[in-house]
């Protein structure tokens, strides 16, 4: 059951950007609000700068692969540090052309979080200063962490599949 | 018409050309794998850019192949300078996400390791740190007492460095008193070699001078970063996961949380020196205060039964089979659990679909978060001082890059 | 305490030779692989786990510095043995090829962990599935991460093999037929 404050924040959402909320839940207490792609920066923004919620700190962002819905997600963790409360929100995209504005003009941290699901996913984060990959090797073709990639590197000899049950 | 001192002088000015100095994937002071790429006036930094990716391992990907408990060896190789913690906060995870109830032994003995482990991780950085600036003796003389509570590990879980320690539910057996021997001998005997060692550096001229206003970062543009652990307390903030989000009966110890004031290296040395005081005053709280009860809780589906009941009754048979073969069933839901590891906020976000690995397991790692704002702290300082701020950050490869 | 009398510390024994007064006559591979296996300079590549292992091992408790390598370098041009120790990544092989490379005959080689022997446990697209894909090994130690003493065997057997090698070794076709088999010349 969400606390006041999270019903405050939740009402205080409604009021400005109520078209854009598809879904409210809170699994393991916490509030979780899935939304439209389209003014997700502007609802951050919002959550930033009022002073009842004054969500200022950017726990992480990442993204998530549902093969099912062809879309991929992307989900931000954010934390009132003075009131010490939670939120996740997250977006689906999607999986034809996943796009979204940067989120680097409001929390600084996000810069390479956002090149972090650029590599893994293929999200384009469209602004951001320097979007190109960050882990893996830069002249990489794929998105590996999107379901259809498998885990092991096909080309290796070494070791034996049918031994593994792969 | 100009005079001829600011025409030579703009001359000057464009035929200046600044270097670039790889201080590359392996170097001997960059304690890990990452290169930087700087952009130096001279000796003066006046850009740096950043490569991470050296040692990618693929750890989220590689979550979801395997069965719950066999992620933990995984959880390990991230910050392996205290890997319990990271151990125990995957396992307080999947317990979050079953809704295990925990007994109290359990949790007092998980604090006892976790702040074992925060001991040996701050015991890392700040030997490295003294390394750095030249002074090798504190960096023996540290190492040594890690093999003591290297040997502590070894007497509950098995092994040195990578641990894989405790189950979904608790332990698989209960402290030895050989193992609370060496506690009760490493707590008697590491004050006095911490207090050596901070003798040799915190109130030294030549450390101060070296390590006082040198890779600081003010508050704001810290929180901005996401900045957490010893580098934001530094900084002034006080942000702790213990405190904050108490997990496992933090809210039980008295302890207080050090701060810094203007997020300077010698600001990250004292707070991580003093925070190894206030963990070392933590474990004898909680050894003090131990109850009685069992060492793991009641998740048949998940804790292995004891071999007698394998071998004597049906359902214990049952549950060994599917839990040794990943068989087990789990709830859907979303979750996202947070402790305080040797660096910060470490957390692991975990999507579960019901089936036997994770949908999604994210982990939020301090490091690759923190390390961000390196850039922005070395602008305009000299080459070894940036080599300081890099050391004093706690920058662990196996957490940067997953 | 107990006190240890100078001809209880194990020395090196003098290879087989002809001994007589004020000379010693025994052959050149002898003496000289006598000297090259109780003075290497190991160069540290450590990347993960591993690293730290070592770095326990060059404490105070294993000592390494007992077995002549006192000095680490961490320059290849003036190292003999390369020690890589955690896992090397799909972006790191170019990185330890190059270091390889820059190294002078007569180098040894030591993975250490399993990462770099085989890739470990990361059987991943990203990790590369041990260090002889790029570079030849001489000595394996396997362990995840393996324990100082595993270390401290792995330096031994490579000091058998350095005492053993024949001077003529990095000349001789065999050894010119494997460093081309990895496209080094």
Redesign the interface.
Known sequence: MESNKELRTIELLNEKFGDQILQTESPYGMLTLSLKAEKIIEIIQFLYSNEETQFQYLTTLCGIHFPDQNQISVMYQLHNLPANQRIRLKIFLPIENPSTPTLTGIFAAANWLERETFDFYGVIFTGHPNLKRILNVDDMLIFPMRKEYPLEDQRREDKNDALFGR | MQDINTISSKIQEEEKQYSYLNL?????ATH??FQNVLKMDGEVIIDAEPT???????F???A??RPFYQIT??T??MN??SSPINNIGWHMTVE??IGAEIPKRVQYLRVIIMELARITDHL?CNAVIGVDTGALTGF?YL??Q??DV?EIYEEICGA???TNLGRIGGFERDFTPKAWAKINKFITEFPAVLKEFEKLLSRNRIFMDRTINVGGITAE?A????FSGPNLRAAG?D?DVRV??PYSSYEDFDFTIPLGTNGDVYDRFMVRQEEMWQSLSIIKQAIAKLPEGPFHATVPDFYLPPKEDVYNNMEALIYHFKIVMGETDVPK????H?VEGGNG?L?F?L?SDGGRTPF?L?L?RPC??Y???YPEMIKGSMLSDAILTMSSMNVI??EL?? | METVALNDVKVVNAPEGIQGAGFFATSLDKVVGLARSNSIWPLPFATSCCGIEFMATMGAHYDLARFGSERLSFSPRQADLLMVMGTIAKKMGPVLRQVYEQMAEPRWVLSVGACASSGGIFDTYSVLQGIDRVIPVDVYVPGCPPRPEQIIDGILKIQHLIQNESLRRRDSPEYKALLNSYGIE
């Open positions: 590359g994937p392996t170097h001997p890990g794998i991470i990716g050296y040692i990618h391992r693929a989220e990907k590689l979801e192949r060896p995984i390990d190789r392996y300078c979050k996400l890392v023996v190492f040594q890690r093999e290297y040195r460095l990578t543009r929180l901005n970063y996401s903030v942000y904050m989000n839901g979303e979750v996202y947070t906020e957390g976000y999507i999604r994210h939020r690759f978060i390390y961000q704002a490869a196996g890059d997953a």
